[in-house]
């Protein structure tokens, strides 16, 4: 009991670690004085003059752009290899596709951006393609890795679910792209979601693969934050930054709430169906129960 | 007709087949075969043209020329900036491993121990900082940090010290940035294998003698050690790598290999050197990446 109120003040202290300094940001992204550390009363001049900055709303529209075809790309190859992992479970080279999925997320960027930068180099030389870095080469990029992280995120559901309805559908005849789209689909869709506005987040902040394999023209939302904050604080990028954490705050609590309900749905709907099931079969036998659902259905 | 769609079907690869293929290319095309390239243009040389580096191979007159540049290699073998870079780069990461294990364990037990209700909104809280860009995270630490920033301000109010102390720019803010960004990534994996954890176990531990501090020891810790293997190898081979925080946070004497690289490809435009750089690199954090795909799989058999 003891240790268990140590790790409990360690948790509350962790949090404020963790939540202090987002805190402190977005209230000196109000502070009317040109001076960072000086407070000088509320304001929101810093938000309205980030609306005159073009280039900086260029840069925002770009980055949500490649953050949409991000998350679509990567949920649709992270599914596909969560799925591999999870239910075909021999075919020659598995360990290396196990490896190639999970390597992703540990992977240093600066090693990945690095070798994609030259095998873009290398292709444009080879095949003539890509002739101009930009917004393709950094969602390729993104794709890559974001598809690991949905790919641990879809394999966990897919691990939990119950086989037995699958197999069910394929017993009654369904192929098995009818049973993927029309059972696992719909019954991993929460996962999916979450690893969709997971890769949208992650795609969205990246600046070492955006850095690496952006052309001239095409630069990201990090990119320009970057190369504003190496010279120091300034009010407007704490405006900038306050935005940024208000829209991935709303994102993930979205994805929290979105999913959590349709657990509780899914747990009720279970739950109602042994329920109806288990008293129908106590009260009648097999037998005489098509009379009983009739006699239901009048009633 | 039946037996025309037959015969083309045929020739089309089978459903399974585009099921694995799919994202075995992808991946293989964009995440294998580029190291291949990486260590290819680390053997070559640097040269005044677009792409800058040489050739390392030649077809001429029936003969195949292969000529490999160990000079990068050797370039960083020589010297020591190279050296201390790596060097720097590892104890960064292990400190700032180990402590993130320190915090983030008490952490993840006492999450794992609160009612469910809570967990779900803790998990949340947690979970929403990994999200966020780690670029903002660092960036608030620069206000707080600098000289005349709130840590400053605050230590002088109360007291403690009569004039503002160097934080920022210095080893101690990279460590305060790199803990600070990393620690979700230690607390999630943690989580999940502590709350697995059959209370019984301890409880019969009590019931027979066992302290408090020999159940911890003696079962919690080993029962979670491939949480603790995947929170550590999250946190210690990305932080190896890292450029953002020591770039933002570090001074001039923050030497680490993941700004070193990025300095020689962006700034000297040496391709050949920073490839070596990398692969170098990647041959000191082969053996914790195995490790950590090697924990990846067990936790997904363990659970199958």
């Known amino acids: 009991m003891n240790r268990f109120g140590f790790s409990r003040m360690m948790l509350v202290l962790g949090l404020l670690f963790i939540y202090m300094p987002m805190l402190i940001l977005v209230i000196y992204s109000f502070n009317a004085s040109k001076l960072v550390t000086v407070w000088g009363g509320w304001s929101v001049k810093w938000y309205v003059g980030l609306l005159d900055n073009t280039q900086l709303m260029g840069s925002v529209v770009r980055s949500l752009e490649i953050a949409c075809y991000t998350s679509i790309a990567a949920v649709a190859l992270g599914t596909l290899a969560a799925f591999v992992l999870t239910r075909v479970t021999r075919f020659k080279g598995r360990t290396l596709f196990g490896g190639l999925v999970t390597a992703p997320l540990v992977m240093p960027e600066v090693i990945t951006g690095l070798s994609l930068l030259l095998l873009f180099v290398a292709m444009a030389q080879m095949i003539g393609w890509p002739q101009e870095r930009g917004i393709v080469t950094i969602w390729i990029a993104h794709t890559t890795f974001c598809s690991a992280y949905v790919a641990v995120v879809v394999s966990a559901r897919l691990r939990e679910l119950d086989l037995s309805i699958e197999e069910a559908a394929m017993d009654l005849g369904a192929r098995p792209l009818k049973v993927f789209f029309l059972i696992t689909i719909p019954m991993i869709a929460p996962s999916l979601a979450a690893g969709g506005m997971m890769s949208f987040a992650l795609s969205l902040d990246d600046l070492v693969l955006a850095s690496f394999v952006s052309g001239p023209g095409s630069t990201t939302l990090p990119m320009e934050v970057f190369s504003a904050v190496r010279l120091g604080v300034k009010p407007e990028i704490n405006a900038v930054a306050s935005l940024i954490l208000l829209a991935v705050s709303i994102v993930t609590f979205m994805v929290w709430y979105f999913s959590r309900k349709a657990e509780a749905t899914r747990k009720r709907a279970i739950q109602e169906a042994m329920d109806q099931t288990a008293s129908e079969s106590w009260k009648q036998p097999a037998s005489q129960r098509p009379a009983t659902q009739q006699i239901g259905a009048t009633a | ?304």
């Not at chain 2, 121990?113 to 860009?133: C, D, G, H, R, Y």
Request: charged share 10%.
């Open chain 2, 1 to 304: 007709m039946n037996t025309l769609t037959q015969q083309f079907q045929r020739f089309l690869p089978s459903g399974r087949k585009v099921v694995i293929g799919i994202p075995f290319l992808w991946l293989c095309l964009f995440f294998m075969l580029p190291f291949f390239l990486v260590m290819k243009i680390s053997f070559s040389e640097a040269a005044l043209a677009i792409p800058p580096y040489s050739e390392i191979y030649s077809f001429a007159e029936q003969k195949f020329q292969l000529l490999l540049n160990l000079g990068n290699y050797a370039m960083l073998g020589d010297d020591e900036l190279y050296i201390s870079a790596y060097l720097g780069s590892l104890k960064m990461a292990a400190l700032s491993t180990a402590m993130c294990l320190v915090i983030g364990f008490p952490m993840a037990y006492a999450i794992s121990k609160a009612s469910k209700e809570a967990q779900n909104v803790l998990l949340l809280l947690i979970m929403m900082p990994t999200w966020t860009a780690i670029l903002i995270r660092v960036y608030a630490w620069m206000g707080i940090l600098s000289n005349n920033g709130l840590l400053n301000a605050f230590l002088l109010w109360t007291g403690l010290i009569s004039e503002p102390i160097e934080v920022l720019n210095t080893n101690t803010a990279v460590y305060i940035g790199v803990v600070y960004a990393y620690l979700p990534f230690m607390v999630l994996p943690l989580y999940a294998n502590l709350v697995k954890h059959d209370g019984s176990l301890l409880e019969a531990a009590s019931d027979l003698g066992s302290s408090n501090f020999n159940n911890f020891w003696k079962i919690t810790v080993p029962l979670a050690r491939n949480g603790i293997i995947a929170g550590c190898m999250l946190v210690f081979i990305p932080v190896v790598g890292e450029f953002v925080i020591p770039e933002l946070l570090g001074g001039p004497e923050t030497l680490m290999i993941g700004r070193v690289l990025w300095q020689e490809f962006f700034n000297n435009r040496d391709w050949p050197v920073a490839s070596a750089l990398a692969v170098v690199m990647l041959a000191i954090l082969i053996v914790p990446i195995i490790l950590f795909n090697r924990s990846q799989a067990k936790e997904m058999e363990g659970r199958a």
